[in-house]
């Protein structure tokens, strides 16, 4: 009964590094979400993606990649990390849009230093 | 630009009275809330959600109201309890977009 799993929990990176967040999902849901979360502030959604092979940008795309070739993955890449993308992500999965709520993993708190 | 203000940073409530929490918005377009539960190193979980069709919905504790003339919705929970204390997102959206818009939250204490 995993249901959204994100990895790493953590992670610290140098300025300039890049990484992939896993994001994976055991639910058949064809929607999926990337958010970040800044301290004190809500979640601002990043990518999303309807189904596999259809991807598109959110509020804050910049600085980011998505990729969605099953329905099951979709992983976040950070090409050139920056000190602003320093941050706690989490990824989300809906079974059919607005109209079935989010499913969200516990989160990868990342840090660029 | 924040479409969805939620005020009150923090709120404690004593168990067994009621927690109220309250959330603004400026989109006129949004015609779908929800309110997420946040524990600390958690994923929010999905509370109770509302339409803009209804002003009130109900999940055993927990109702929430929706006044579309004033951009106002509230989280009422009755009676607290102790496993309620987290933090408290308020999200909408205008379902065709398939994006969710976050309020900043609210941490609600709820002491013996």
């Known amino acids: 009964n995993a249901g959204v799993t994100q990895t790493p929990k953590f992670r610290i990176l140098k300025i300039g590094q890049s990484m992939t967040l896993q994001c994976a999902q055991d639910?058949?849901?064809?929607?999926m979400y990337w958010y970040r979360q800044d301290p004190g502030m809500g979640l601002k959604l990043i990518y999303y993606?309807?189904?596999?092979?259809?991807?598109d940008k959110g509020e804050v795309p910049n600085g980011y990649n998505v990729s969605r070739s099953t329905t099951e993955d979709f992983p976040l890449r950070l090409e050139l990390a920056a000190p602003s993308q320093t941050s706690v992500y989490f990824c989300?999965?809906?079974?059919?849009?607005?109209?079935?709520?989010?499913?969200f993993g516990d989160g990868t708190r990342l840090s660029i230093l | 630009d924040q479409q969805v203000k939620q005020n009150s940073p923090s709120l404690s409530v004593q168990e067994g009275r009621i927690s109220i929490l309250n959330c603004d918005y400026t989109?006129?377009?949004?015609?779908?809330f929800l309110w997420y539960k946040k524990y600390p190193a958690e994923g929010p979980t999905f509370l109770i959600s509302?339409?803009?069709?209804?002003d009130k919905n109900e999940d055993g504790r927990f109702t929430v109201f929706l006044n579309k003339s004033a951009k106002h919705l509230s989280l009422h929970i009755v009676p607290s309890q102790p496993g309620d204390s987290a933090v408290y997102f308020c999200?909408?959206?205008?379902?065709?977009?398939?994006?969710?818009?976050f309020g900043t939250g609210t941490r609600l204490q709820v002491f013996p």
């Open positions: 989300a999965s809906s079974s059919d849009g607005l109209n079935q709520p989010q499913h």
């Open positions: 639910m058949n849901h064809n929607y």
């Open positions: 993606s309807v189904g596999a092979g259809i991807t």
């Open positions: 989109n006129s377009m949004f015609d779908y």
């Open positions: 509302i339409s803009s069709i209804k």
């Open positions: 999200a909408a959206s205008v379902v065709v977009t398939d994006k969710l818009i």
